[in-house]
Structure formats: C-alpha cells, structure tokens
C-alpha cells in the first residue's frame, strides 16, 4: 500500500519490502487514491481461485456453518472496494496482499485511540487479555482459538508473527529485549528500560498474526532475535544519524534481514490458512470471496454466510448502492445531488461523521521557488477560503466536510485532546483576508503589477497544482482553489496526474504545490508529525533522519532540516521527532503537540485545508441492523482490522 508512515519514524525497508500493521495504513484509512478501474461486477467463483481453499476445512470439518442453507449470490456480504492488480498473494506481508486478508487473519486485538465502545480503545480477538508492568507485556492467548486446518493456535505461532514482523522492518523490535512462551497460551515481551509499554503495545496489537506451520520456515534458523536486537541497536532508534543507519543495514545483521524480508515478501501460500470467521474461497483481479468458518471461536456471533469483495469505481459504486448490489462501499464520496437521491430510496444510506484522520493539505515543495519564502505560503492560507472551499467541492451542505479552524498539522478533532483553548487562542487562524495576503507579499517583495502577481525576483508568480485523478474531491479541491487565486492575481494551473504514481512523484519533489492526508491516524498527536516530517530515510515527505547534509531534499516538502521549535529550541526535526514517539510518556504527549503545533502553524510547511469525514454507505436490503452512524463503530478501519467482523462480533448485520 502506498501510505508506509511510522508510528515511530523507524527504518524504511530495503526496497520490495514492505511495513506491517500499523507500518502500512490500511486499504480503508485513506480511501484509497490508487488507479481505480472502472470495472463490471463479476461473479467470484471457486473456480477462479488464486490461492483458497475448498468449502471444507483441511482437518475434514464443514468449513462453513452455512454452507447448506445459502449461496454467495443470495446470502453474501458484499462489499465495493478499491481495484487491485491481477498479481496478488495470500500473505500480508506481500506487496500486493489478497484484499481484506483480515477477514481470515487476525491480531491479538484491535486497537483505535478514539471512541470505540468499551472502557478503553482495545478490542481484544486472538489475545483474550494483556498485561501492561513497567518493562513488559504478556499476553494471554485465547484457549479457543486455532487455525483453519484444524491445529491450535499457540504462543509459538505468536512468537513466529513477532519475528516476521521484524523481518519486514517492524521497527518495535527496536524496544524488545526478549521474547519468551511460559506456556502455550502465555507470551510475554521484554522491554528496554526507554520503551514506553502503552506505545509498544499499539505496535504489537496490530501485527498480524500468521501460523507457524506456513511462516515458521522462513525465519532464520540461527538467533534471530538477536540479529534484529542487534541490528535496532546499532541502528540507534532514539538517535538515528545517517552514520548508525547505513552501519546497520550494511552490517551483517542487516544482511540477515535483507535475506529474511526478501523471502518473506515473496511467499505466497496455498492455502492461506487462517486465523479468523472466515476461509479464503477464490480471489482473482474480478473479486475476492469469503466464506464463514464454522471453528472460529466467536462463529455463533458471524452472521454473514460469504463475505464478497468487489472492484469498483466511485461511479460503479454509487449505482451498486443505489441498485442494491452491494452492501457496503469503502472508496468513494457523494456529493449532496447523489446523497439526496440515495436516502430517498430508504434502502440505500449515507451518513457523515466527523473523523480523526484524515486532514487534506496542501503540500508545499520548498525547493520550487517561491515556496521557500514563508510569505507565499502565508499569502495561499489567507487567500483560500477553507470554509467556502469544504461547502462546494461536495456540492452543498449536506455532506460538507468541516474545515480546519487552526492549520496547526493534526487532525481538529485530536488536537481538541492535547491542546487548551487558550493554546488555540494563540494560533493564527488564518481567515479569509485578501487585504492580509497583499499586506504579506508586499512586505516580503512581491509586486503587483496590471492584476498579476510577481515574486522578488520579478518573474510572475505562477505554479501549477497537482492532483490526483480519480478522486473526484482532490480534483474539485485543485480547480476552486486555482480559482481564488486567479482572482486574486496569482497564475494558476491544476494538472491530474496518474494516482498510481502520485504519491512516489510527491515525495520526489515533482510537484510544486501538490495534496493528500497529511495525518496518519495512528497514535498520539507527534506521531503524524513524525511520519511527516520525521521519517527515517528517503524518499520521505521532509528531510529524513538519514539525510547527509549536502544538496537539496529529494522530498516532498524540504523544511529544515533543522528548525527552531517553540518550547523545545533548535532541534533536528526528524530525530527529535523520532526521540518523543520512541520515549516520551503519555504525561507529556500535550507539551510535544503543543510545541510542533505551534511550529506547523508559524511556519506552514503544509496548509491543512479540512478534515474529511467519515462518509459511511451502506445498503440495507439484504442486511439490516447495522451499528450506529457514530464515531465509535467506525473506528476499525483505522487498526487494520476489518470492521466486518467487528460489527458482527458485537452483535450487529443480519440478513434479512
């Protein structure tokens, strides 16, 4: 997947390898802007099989506790979503993964920092429970959980997930200091003495966990353990330099690893065998079926026979839901004209809630002048109406996306949780305010000369936006956007370009003015910083921890590398940001959100626009009950899970 951000800002991956769990967003986080193409709904049959298994279970037991009473034509779950290449593996770790694999595989639990339902944002599946000590976790494993062939699953089968992670350059490893199995059911985690235990379990919930019997063999046979200890310590996670990194892949651990993660990503097995409600039954670029697995220790609470996925469009999507072919679609957004036709057939639904991810921004390349001077990027947030712009890219009100009151780089709704109103107060909301924008330029040496706009070197000040295609909401933003400045006296064109290759053009500095999600979603608030400005080696959004100090940053944006940050002086950027998501404690969360938003907000690297909404659509004609449209059951998407099950497992789809 395209969005490989950190949690911790650790090592990107040799290439051809790929981050897990939370390493890697999940397909629905983003709402995918990858090529979507724009295909027929096609019947997925066994007989299309890429790498599934039968209808029964490998031990001799029905694989499906409805598999007599129902068929995927009448009786499925079916899902649009996102298209996929015709290439793809039954293995999470692979570059191109079977579609919604965690229908079939599982993690020790769910995790989400928002208001999921419950006493905390844990939602435990393999793990029945955890226990947090000072320097460790262990967990205690379901008793009842086994694999879909029939063999129980152990602590062996955990502890062989764990090194795989670390195989794919999970850098939580770089806080493990051992693992041990007391018994079958019981692992318990090690920790350094700097690790933050709250921390490294939102690592350690998330990695997938897959059996021994498949994985097992592709560990290495000599300590490994040792070799991803050693090598996260001579990476020197809490201060990486450009140095530690090339020592540790170059070293023989690191060679170890490359070997590791080369086999890992390639393996495809046959069948996958899984973990979880449901058994992989054929998967090909036409779609992807599912179906229930009766041995799943939660199977009475899985309603949905079949699970079918579908590769769709936004239009195709749209006429699915509309026409009642699908029930669910994750990709796409509406505008108010096509939200008022679908809830007026009381069958099809649309809801919008506000999210915690998901904050569009436009993006500013400091190496495509005049973006360096803060002036030019002060004049574009006083000229953009962020509040206009959120009502008329959707078409209306219904479905407007609220706008981002204080461009300070996180999400509105999370910020909310570190920051006091009066910190709020302090910030510079940057209104509407053309007489602003001029006042900022003129001061800075822009000129303005029969309408038009001119820079300090007297060249016109003119710049192309690039959006990708495909996204219909990107590419309002770029031509409303491109309007205010033309009136204003500033060129401007929008190019769509290839959403396959958007985000690799994007940090590598193609674009002068480009957009996308620039928070991630996936922990405290330093965390979006830290996978936008403090990732570890290139290509990156912004200097990486290993850049060398020479020559230009081949990056998306380009500031630093080196800043002044309020309340915490002059830092490195990246390895300071890499530091508090590595040690700090959760007490100082809101001192670190405080002082980097301050710096987003006086510098504005990025210009953060709105904060897109959760737009939920769902079709009730075969299943009905579905949760409330409310911020706490929609927040698997973001773990990695798949929200599927979660729902059913709380008591929620039927088919009527």
């Not at 692992?187 to 919930?205: F, I, R």
């Not at 990476?235 to 690191?254: C, E, F, Q, R, V």
């Not at 409303?480 to 006296?489: E, V």
């Not at 400005?533 to 940053?553: D, L």
Request: hydrophobic letters at 40%.
């Amino acid at each position: 997947m395209w969005l490989g951000k950190s949690l911790d800002a650790g090592a990107r991956p040799p290439s051809g390898t790929r981050r897990n769990g939370l390493w890697r967003a999940p397909q629905a986080v983003r709402r995918s802007l990858v090529g979507l193409a724009v295909l027929m709904l096609v019947a997925v049959t066994a007989q299309a099989c890429t790498g599934g298994s039968g209808t029964g279970a490998a031990d001799g037991s029905q694989g499906s506790s409805s598999g007599g009473s129902g068929n995927p034509g009448t009786t499925a779950y079916r899902i649009g979503a996102m298209a996929w290449g015709s290439s793809i593996a039954n293995n999470p770790y692979a570059p191109t993964p079977t579609p919604h694999y965690n229908l079939s595989l599982l993690s020790l639990g769910v995790v989400s920092d928002w208001g999921r339902p419950g006493d905390n944002p844990y939602y435990p599946e393999l793990a029945k429970s955890w226990k947090l000590a000072q320097h460790s976790i262990t967990f205690a494993l379901r008793p009842d959980a086994k694999w879909q062939d029939g063999q129980p699953l152990t602590s062996k089968d955990v502890i062989t997930s764990f090194r795989a992670a670390g195989a794919d350059y999970n850098s939580v490893w770089a806080a493990i200091t051992k693992l041990s199995a007391p018994d079958d059911h019981t692992v318990t985690v090690d920790l350094q003495s700097w690790a933050v235990p709250q921390n490294a379990l939102l690592h350690l919930l998330q990695i997938v966990i897959v059996p021994d019997t498949q994985y097992g063999s592709l560990i290495p046979m000599t300590d490994f353990d040792q070799t991803l200890i050693s090598y996260w310590k001579t990476y020197n996670i809490l201060h990486p330099t450009a140095a530690s990194i090339a020592k540790a892949g170059s070293g023989p651990d690191g060679k170890i690893m490359a070997a590791a993660a080369a086999k890992l990503v390639k393996f495809d097995p046959n069948p996958m065998i899984g973990n979880g409600p449901y058994k992989l039954q054929s998967a090909n670029v036409s779609g992807v079926l599912y179906q229930k697995w009766d041995g799943f220790f939660d199977a009475t609470k899985i309603t949905a026979p079949y699970v079918q996925i579908y590769p769709m469009d936004s239009s195709t999507e749209y006429g699915a839901i509309i026409g009642g072919s699908i029930e669910q679609e994750l990709d796409s957004q509406f505008n108010d004209p096509q939200v008022t036709r679908m809830n007026a057939t009381q069958t099809a639904h649309y809801g919008v809630i506000p999210s915690p991810v998901q904050q569009e921004s436009l993006v500013f390349n400091f190496n495509h002048y005049p973006f360096n001077l803060l002036a030019a990027r002060q004049a574009l947030a006083y000229v953009i109406d962020r509040h206009d712009l959120v009502k008329r890219d959707m078409g209306g009100d219904l479905v407007q996306d609220p706008a981002e009151e204080t461009p300070d780089g996180i999400n509105y709704f999370l910020a909310k949780q570190y920051l006091k109103p009066e910190q709020f107060a302090q910030l510079n909301h940057y209104p509407h305010d053309l007489a602003r924008a001029t006042s900022v330029l003129q001061s800075a040496g822009f000129t303005k000369k029969a309408g038009k706009w001119y820079t300090p070197k007297g060249t016109p000040f003119s710049f192309t936006i690039s959006e990708p295609n495909g996204l219909s909401q990107f590419v309002q933003d770029g031509l409303i956007i491109a309007g205010y400045l033309k009136a204003f006296g500033i060129d401007v064109k929008v190019e769509d370009v290839d959403a396959a290759t958007y985000t690799t053009k994007q940090e590598a500095g193609d674009f002068a003015v480009s957009e996308w999600y620039m928070d991630w979603g996936q922990g405290p608030p330093m965390a979006d910083f830290a996978a936008t400005f403090g990732e570890a080696s290139s290509p990156s959004w912004n200097y990486p921890i290993s850049y060398s100090g020479s020559g230009p940053c081949k990056c998306a944006i380009g500031i630093g590398p080196e800043a002044d940050v309020p309340g915490l002086g002059h830092v490195n950027i990246a390895s300071e940001l890499n530091r508090e998501v590595n040690q700090a404690t959760p007490d100082t969360w809101s001192k670190y959100t405080w002082a980097w938003a301050q710096w987003v907000n006086q510098q504005l690297p990025i210009l953060p626009l709105y904060n897109n909404a959760f737009h939920t659509i769902y079709q009730t004609n075969r299943y009905a009950n579905f949760p409330p449209q409310s911020q706490k059951w929609l927040w698997t998407v973001l773990s990695g899970a798949d929200e599927t099950v979660v729902w059913m497992q709380n008591g929620y789809l039927k088919l009527t």
